[in-house]
């Protein structure tokens, strides 16, 4: 590594770049009744806001994946905060539910760009503990909602409006810019000479690699997929959504820190068997529960749910190493395509549910609660699906080791 790189400033840099990224979850998920409120929003139009607030995820990782090799972290790196500081900025001043649509699309793809940028060069920084490092970056996304969560509950305490609550997003990302500024950045990764055209072959040919794809976009719908939509459903449950956010968040944060002797102990694909069927247990209790127990259903979510994310892209990096840069930003954008694309489904089902239980004579507080609980049991099928397929790629994998084909 070049000794003019100051790593650990890149790094900490980095995380305030991701921070930026989950206050957009965190906080939206702490708008939603505002809009409903200020805009008269139907569910399925928070859902298509949420669709939009993830779109531009995946495709900035199509954009920034392939062009890693050419244009580097930095440049890449400065389109993500043009992008951030474009769509904080007019969902600000949005008056409509058009308006706040387009908008969020900038935030969403500045959000990519950060995940095109930094998970690669973190990677090639740290060859000798990626996994560790790549968990670490990884603890201020659910601890940066954590934050967002509780900011915008105390701005929404204090009297303050959704506006106020998005400009609280300004200041990790003019944190994240200024740290930046005047470092020397590291090269595409100097483990592989392979070309961005090499690396889309290794993809194509791979197997193992498109199954991952398929796994991350459900991965990402259980995790933040619930995440999202937390206000909404959990708002009649006698729990404070918004605590729940900040606690499921929280514990991610501390589980994501201390990852390594866990990932030791298990092995990546372990660690992920374990997170799907602890998630699947846990969101089936969250849709029975009320009450305390909706903090204890959202404790476990937390431990099921922590590792995913940066697991599923340790693993392209370990066992798919050909596919490079471009592969760990390809499985972070599917993810968030299919975490996008599942958004008005989930805000259809809710209304879905509404409507049937209306028909059952249920009504006010009773209702939302029935509508709600019976949308987590729909969410939970996914990690259910999960538990199978993980199930199978663990001995897959630990036949593969016995047989020394690490990849």
Known sequence: MDNQINRNRLFIASCFALLTTAFAFGIRAGIMNDLVADMSMSDTQLGWINFMGIFGFPIATLVGGPLYNSLGPKKIGDIAFISHILGITFSILSGS??????????????????EAAYNPMI??????????????????FPGGIAIGSVLALVVANLGGGWHIKLSIMYVPAF????????????EAPKETTMSTADNFKAILSSPLYWLMLVCMALTATTELGTQSWVERILANSGAQPLLVLALVTGIMAVGRTFAGPLIHRLNITGVLLASAVISTVAIFMMSSATGAMVYVAAILFAIGVCYFWPNMISFVAEYTPSTGALGMSLIGGVGMLGLSIFQPIIGSWIEGHRAAQAQLGLSGDALELAAGQATLANIAILPLILSVVFLGLFFYMRKQSANGEAH
Do not use: C, D
């Open 123 to 140: 990677a090639s920084m740290y060859t000798e503990k990626r996994a560790k490092m790549l968990n670490l970056f990884h603890v201020w």
């Open 97 to 114: 539910f058009y308006t706040l649509f387009f908008s969020t699309f900038f935030i969403s793809f500045g959000n990519g760009m950060v």
């Open 175 to 186: 944190i994240y810019f200024f740290m930046f500024r005047g470092q020397t950045f590291p």
